[in-house]
């Protein structure tokens, strides 16, 4: 097993009404807060009104409109509104594309240049405004997370940066926020934790039994759970399991004693940075294309392990056990209702070249489970259409 830090700060409040800290959660970093959301879902299913009204001896100014896949224009906005008004703590209510774009904005408070160079140079992230989140979507983990991805439409870029000090300070999490999600998005989001595991688990270090275990747990809460929740929007503890597995999935955890490039996501972030597609939705899409690419006799036991572990395949032959899994995987993707082929999005090969030369070079994916080059990624994405 690898050496690691695991470091879990963020005070995690679980549960129904748990909105109700949220006064307490902030007081500490001041009374000037910037609450950052969406385009609007947290107006129509009332949270908004409720988050004003817990927050009435607070001064809240607000950032709303952020968009899926996070824009650096809105950062630059939010950033422009913490220099005006001295803003002390940012409040992010919303799902992953929020939490992302008021990590950067926090540290875009102190940072004189354009958030940009945040984005593309995190060591140039220095000091970061305390950020608390109301997670209102099952899927990135961001909020017990460092990570930030934001994407640049001018140059076509989607990257990922990150800082210790964008860890949440303190994040609410009420399953219930979770019951007005569109279908789409509980799927997409269900992918998406399902794909954190998968980059995780699939590496080559070998010993991290106990990480690679968590994963397996994950994995199949996942499996178990999103048809329930899909079936039962109001399903309270489908939603509660699928919100702690995105918790769990990204906050370090399954990572602990191991490493490696991931391989779905930089292909997904150039999909994302060309055509704008929802996150999950293209990692479902990609996975199982990457699972067959990359099968062979150094991959096979692993894969034949998830199968027996997560899919509790019996199959003794390693190679049939690993094709059952990955078939496996792809048809509950598909049977959750995701579109499963890049066609469908409106998608062709007319940039797969460029979007393969930058998730190999942003992604390193040389250093990757299996390493993949230019013309891997480009074939990957080809089995996609
Ligand atoms: O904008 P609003 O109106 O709030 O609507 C959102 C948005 O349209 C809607 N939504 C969220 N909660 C809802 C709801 N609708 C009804 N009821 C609710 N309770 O869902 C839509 C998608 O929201 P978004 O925040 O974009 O989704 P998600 O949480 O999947 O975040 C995706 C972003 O996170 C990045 C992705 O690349 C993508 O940009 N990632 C962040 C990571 C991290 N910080 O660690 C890691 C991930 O791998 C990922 O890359
Ligand atoms: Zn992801």
């Not at 602990?256 to 899409?285: F, M, N, Q, R």
């Not at 992604?363 to 480009?378: I, Q």
């Amino acid at each position: 097993m690898n050496h690691f830090r695991f470091h879990a700060y963020t005070d995690i409040r679980f549960g129904e009404g748990q909105i109700g800290a949220l006064p307490e959660l902030l007081a500490p970093y001041g009374k000037k807060i910037l609450l950052v959301y969406g385009g609007g879902s947290i107006k129509k299913n009332g949270l908004h009104r409720q988050v004003l009204k817990l927050l009435s001896d607070f001064s809240v100014y607000e950032l709303s409109g952020v968009e899926p896949n996070p824009k650096i224009t809105s950062v630059r906005e939010g950033v422009k509104l913490c220099k005006e008004h001295g803003i002390e703590a940012v409040l992010a209510v919303g799902g992953g594309s929020v939490i992302d774009a008021a990590k950067v904005i926090a540290g875009g408070a102190f940072y004189d240049g354009d958030p940009w160079d945040l984005v593309i140079s995190p060591a140039k992230i220095g000091t970061v405004l305390p950020i608390v989140t109301v997670l209102t979507l099952a899927a990135t983990g961001s909020e017990m997370n460092k990570n930030a991805v934001i994407s640049n439409m001018e140059t076509n870029e989607k990257l990922g940066t990150a800082s210790h000090d964008f860890i949440p300070k303190a994040s609410i999490c009420d399953p219930t926020y979770l019951y007005t999600l569109p279908s789409r998005q509980t799927a997409a989001g269900t992918a998406d934790i399902m794909s954190h595991l998968f980059e995780q688990y699939f590496q080559n270090e070998k010993r991290a039994f106990i990480s690679d275990r968590f994963a397996e747990g994950l994995l199949k809460a996942c499996i178990k759970y999103c048809p329930i929740a899909l079936e039962e929007p109001a399903n309270y503890e489908a939603r509660a399991n699928l919100m702690w597995a995105s918790t769990q999935a990204l906050n370090g955890l399954t990572s602990c004693g191991k490493g490696g490039a991931w391989t779905c996501h930089p292909i997904e972030h150039e999909l994302s940075a060309y055509y704008d597609i929802t996150h999950g939705v293209g990692l479902a899409i990609v996975t199982p294309r990457w699972f067959r690419y990359i099968l062979n006799d150094e991959t096979v036991g692993k894969f034949c392990e998830y199968g027996r572990n997560v899919w509790s395949i019996t199959e003794p032959d390693a190679y049939k056990c690993a094709n059952m899994a990955i078939d496996a995987t792809e048809e509950f993707f598909s049977e959750c209702g995701i579109p499963m082929t890049l066609t469908e999005l409106g998608i062709d090969d007319s940039k797969f070249a460029l979007m393969a030369e930058k998730a190999v070079r942003f992604g390193g994916l040389a250093n990757a489970y299996v390493p993949l080059t230019e013309e891997d990624v480009v074939n990957i994405l080809k089995a996609c259409l």
